[in-house]
């Protein structure tokens, strides 16, 4: 192949080590979004997923939720898992003691 004779498409990708290069700047534009990614919106992270599952990915494994019971101080994952929880709480509260062994 002769490279002299090879038209390589004008719009070349600026990002660093990047050698894509696009015929019109549309594609090119859409490309560059890749090198963008999904930035982790955490403070003090540098993260940035290169798609959208790497990202959830990372948020899962380095930002996990924990979620504590103020009243017993369980720990919980979920936040529907603490509501759920919680309901223990609420309903000791609302309801006269029962000595165990009546019911
Ligand atoms: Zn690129
Ligand atoms: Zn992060
Ligand atoms: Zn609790």
Do not use: N
Request: charged share 25%; net charge positive.
């Amino acid at each position: 192949m002769c490279e002299q004779h090879t038209q390589l498409p004008p719009y070349q990708c600026t990002y660093e080590g990047c050698q894509m290069r696009f015929t019109v700047p549309s594609k090119l534009k859409r490309h560059e979004k890749v090198h963008r990614g999904y930035p982790c919106k955490e403070e003090d992270c540098t993260f940035t997923g290169k798609t959208w599952t790497e990202y959830m990915k990372h948020k899962k494994e380095q930002h996990r939720l924990i979620l504590k019971c103020d009243q017993c101080s369980k720990v919980f994952r979920d936040s529907w898992f603490l509501q759920q929880h919680q309901h223990v709480h609420s309903e000791y509260a609302g309801r006269p003691q029962v000595p165990q062994g009546q019911l």
